[in-house]
């Protein structure tokens, strides 16, 4: 969400309202004033890249101790000035932006070829300008935050609406974003991320601050009149399209014409002026535009501020049933959401069928009391987001990753972890029976609805696939897809069968039965025998090593990347973070690069599948500071790629070497390199 050409105006035009402060020294008023501990609201996902910035090594896959370590000093640096930061990540799908992320995550996919053409050409690490954040980092980072003593919170609404309820309700401080939506809501101070400055030698903190109130002042309107402005500007509710006539009206222009940046400067004043001379109580939404005064209005109530589904409200159910025609918008397991192409297409036989799941059946497959446990486990982030937005929106979405798209040796992580995400769904939708005889994704063209009227199917046709029933609607963009695709869910194959949630969750004593679920989602049962919770904390860099080498095909891993994998979790203890930053690399190879980010999106999956048994252990646990550093796999990697023997491999330590043997009996177990 942002007001389109907001900032570029206050940067410009009203310089009054962007103002240089020193942080710790504002916080300290308002303590005075208020006698109440300053608490600024975070931008989980807008901070990240602040958190993780390029002088810290991203190629590699991550270099997570370091980064534990960063995380660690940032919070120290507020903690020292008195000010509590509560942390808000972006925590739902919205189904309304699928077109806008699939474009931005298409642009992505291009960066990351000539992220892979640089290494291939010069073998170095690619320069600033094509930073990318490591997989998996805002998860990371949520439970990262958390261990650290902080308060994290994952957002069931909008996010920007879900920060600006809690500023409002709580009374806090501010809001650190520059996200300038948060000037539009009438909340605390609006603190800039991009120009934070902490200075831990002086022991203070500068940023810049938007004031609404100077703009509010240099526009001569009042600060209620903002919400208009910013949908009379234009947002990510109200396109340009539906406003590119009004616009043309103010700054008396052929409609259509293309604007450039002065003509926005003059543009925002403009409106404001017509917000001014429009008498009292007259609709100036409909006398903009009659035809999208909906979309209009929505925009305008979207500033609003109040609780309404956010998460202050611990009792309301997280599935909303909304009966068609209500102006309400359905949520993803009442009626998938689908484009209109998509939704009228008639497709031959043979195709899968979707299907729209009845109103009164939304949730059959999941007990109430697990819907609300989900949700309070989501909100406060002792579960991955992932099961939440599976168990209300039906889909999943992924960031494009580091993979070199030209590499036919490699899968893509979309293809290599399919298996374990249509196990973890089969679980977490109660599924007991194959469902579909087909149990590969199906792009969205090639679905066909069905509706509650529609005549049943034909008797030799599959059966219908139900989004938020018995599949989810997955959001990639890799070498194999290019748009939303619908992947089945499918049982456990055990002989126990798929166990059911209110068990995994809700009763005490199965502790055993969640292990055994989560070996089998993550296809190593081999591992049942073994005492792997010992040491929890290196379970889940054995399953996903371990389920990497099973899966075709047999060019994914080799015997020499395996060393590699096993010999930096076994060297990690070695080494300080000082150490790990000082490693030397004579080059930098692709296939490590992507080895490297293959492996951490499947700690990403494990992470999500030890939140969907109930917690085989803490989930603090499986994150991959633990058992993996992104520099040092690749140093690894480069000599047993040479021919290095074990004692190279493990620094000539003993110990090591003995830990690396036991490790890797342990992880090839049941593989084609068990015992080489």
């Known amino acids: 969400m942002g007001v389109r050409h907001l900032l570029p105006y206050m940067d410009a035009c009203c310089k009054e309202s962007i103002i240089k402060i020193r942080l710790d020294q504002e916080a300290k008023v308002f303590t005075d004033k208020t006698a109440k501990c300053p608490v600024i609201v ?30 660690n000093s940032f919070l120290s640096s507020f903690n020292k000035c008195g000010i509590e930061l509560v942390f808000i990540f972006d925590g739902v799908i919205d189904i309304q932006k699928r077109d806008e992320w699939f474009l931005n995550e298409r642009n992505s996919k291009r960066e990351i070829a000539n992220i892979f053409k640089t290494i291939k050409t010069k073998a170095v690490e690619p320069d600033s300008a094509l930073y990318r954040q490591p997989s998996g980092l805002a998860t990371f980072t949520m439970f990262a935050l958390k261990s650290l003593g902080a308060t994290v919170l994952a957002s069931i609404i909008n996010v920007q609406k879900e920060i600006a309820n809690y500023c409002h309700r709580h009374s806090c401080f501010g809001i650190m974003s520059d996200d300038l939506d948060f000037v539009i ?44 402005l910013a949908t009379l500007l234009g947002n990510d509710i109200v396109p340009t399209s539906v406003l590119s006539q009004f616009h043309a009206s103010l700054l008396r222009r052929t ?49 609003s501020i109040n609780d309404d589904g956010g998460m202050a409200d611990e009792d309301i159910c997280p599935v909303k049933v909304l009966k068609p025609g209500s102006g309400g918008r359905f949520t993803r397991l009442d009626a998938p959401v689908m484009d209109n192409a998509h939704t009228n297409e008639n497709i031959n036989n043979g195709s899968l069928v979707l299907c729209h799941t009845p109103p009164s059946r939304v949730g059959a497959r999941v007990d109430r009391s697990v819907f609300q446990l989900a949700k309070r486990r989501h909100v406060r982030v002792d579960n991955t987001v992932t099961l939440y937005n599976i168990l209300t929106t039906a889909a999943v979405r992924c960031d494009a990753t580091l993979e070199d798209a030209t590499n036919g040796e490699l899968s893509s992580h979309v293809s290599l972890f399919r298996s374990l995400r249509q196990r973890l769904y089969g679980l977490l939708y109660g599924i007991t029976s194959v469902s579909c005889s087909n149990s590969g994704s199906v792009p969205s063209k090639k679905m066909r609805l069905l509706t509650n009227n529609s005549s049943s199917q034909d008797e030799n046709q599959s059966p219908p696939l139900v989004i938020g029933q018995t599949a989810v609607e997955e959001w990639f963009v890799c070498s194999e897809y290019d748009g939303s695709t619908l992947l089945p869910a499918l049982p456990l194959p055990g002989p126990g069968g798929t166990p059911k ?54 060019t994914l891993i080799n015997g020499c990347e395996v060393d590699a994998f096993v010999a930096q979790a076994a060297c990690l203890c070695l080494h300080d973070v000082h150490s790990l930053k000082s490693i030397q690399l004579n080059r930098v190879d692709p296939r490590a690069v992507q080895l490297a980010f293959l492996f951490i999106r499947g700690v990403q999956a494990a992470c999500d599948v030890n939140c969907a048994v109930g917690w085989v252990m803490p989930v603090i646990c499986g994150m991959p500071w633990h058992f993996f550093d992104g520099r040092l796999f690749h140093l690894k990697f480069l000599q047993a790629e040479s021919g290095a023997h074990e004692e190279v491999l493990c620094e000539s330590r003993p110990k090591v070497i003995e830990e690396f043997r036991r490790m890797k009996a342990l992880v090839t177990k049941g593989t084609r390199f068990q015992s080489a």
């Open 185 to 228: 809501f009438q909340t605390g101070y609006i603190f800039s991320i991009n120009h934070l400055d902490i200075d831990r030698r002086r022991n203070f903190i500068s940023t810049v601050a938007y004031s609404r109130g100077a703009l509010c002042t240099e526009l001569s309107i009042d600060v209620n009149n903002l919400p208009l």
């Open 42 to 71: 975070v931008d989980g996902h807008a901070i990240l890249k602040k958190l993780y910035p390029t002088d810290i090594s991203w190629i590699f896959g991550g270099q997570w101790r370091e980064y534990m370590q960063r995380l």
């Open 501 to 554: 949630l209110e068990t995994l969750w809700l009763t005490e004593n199965v502790s055993d039965l969640r292990l055994r679920t989560f070996l089998e989602i993550m296809n190593c049962e081999e591992f049942l025998e073994d005492d792997l919770l010992s040491n929890p904390k290196m379970l889940i860099f054995y399953c996903v090593l371990h389920y990497m080498m099973k899966q075709p095909p047999n």
């Open 255 to 303: 409609p259509h014409s293309e604007m450039d940046e002065q003509s926005y400067l003059s543009l925002i004043p403009a409106i404001a002026q017509f917000i001014n001379s429009s008498p009292p109580g007259s609709d100036i939404l409909r006398r903009v535009s009659e035809a999208n005064s909906k979309v209009l209005f929505e925009s305008v109530n979207y500033y």
